[in-house]
T-cell receptor, first 117, second 111 residues
């Protein structure tokens, strides 16, 4: 009954370091998303994946890369971390395909609190 | 102007009070979500609706598509309801089920 699992929960990086945030879902969902949440702002989409093997940029993709390794897993990579990437990151997934995602609930991970110093 | 606006931004209530949180949006939508985020915690989906009204326990969500407005009501509020409540819409435009989020309403219920 895990739903969406994100790791790690907390991370501190130095400027210029790299890291990968992991996300896995066990609900057989097609669509997966990475968001960032900053104070005073709504969640903003970084990247999404409509299905295994496809990824697309969202609203704020600069400085990030993603990999949809298989249907379950969608990872977010910071190649060279910057203080502006200090944020809380959420992975989410939804079922449905071909526009049917509108009829399905979104499930979120517990979040990763990342600080870049 | 944000496409999804919530009001109020902050709300303090006494235990037992009836609470209303509002969400207005400016785009055509296929669905609206209400989400709950506890301090330090993840985000949980409360409701997804595209018309009318839904009820779950003490929570009620309504939507008026013509007026582009939704409300989340909490009856007999309790301190454990303290959280940030987020409205999000699935717009007709855009792709792949992406949601547009409001900034959230921080609710604090005092005993």
């Amino acid at each position: 009954n895990a739903g969406v699992t994100q790791t790690p929960k907390f991370q501190v990086l130095k400027t210029g370091q790299s890291m990968t945030l992991q996300c896995a879902q066990d609900m057989n969902h097609n669509s997966m998303y990475w968001y960032r949440q900053d104070p005073g702002m709504g969640l903003r989409l970084i990247y999404y994946s409509a299905s295994e093997g496809t990824t697309d940029k969202g609203e704020v993709p600069n400085g990030y890369n993603v990999s949809r390794l298989n249907k379950r897993e969608f990872s977010l990579r910071l190649e060279s971390a910057a203080p502006s990437q200090t944020s809380v990151y959420f992975c989410a997934s939804r079922g449905g395909t071909g526009g049917q995602e509108s009829n399905t609930e979104a499930f979120f991970g517990q979040g990763t609190r990342l600080t870049v110093v | 102007k944000n496409e999804v606006e919530q009001s109020p931004q902050n709300l303090t209530a006494q235990e037992g009070e009836f609470i209303t949180i509002n969400c207005s949006y400016s785009v055509g939508i296929s669905a609206l979500h209400w989400l709950q985020q506890h301090p330090g915690g993840g985000i949980v989906s409360l409701f997804m609706l595209s018309s009318g009204k839904k009820k779950h326990g003490r929570l009620i969500a309504t939507i008026n598509i013509q007026e582009k407005h939704s409300s989340l009501h909490i009856t007999a509020s309790h301190p454990r309801d303290s959280a940030v409540y987020i409205c999000a819409v699935r717009a007709h435009r855009g792709s792949q089920g992406n949601l547009i989020f409001g900034k959230g309403t921080k609710l604090s219920v005092k005993p």
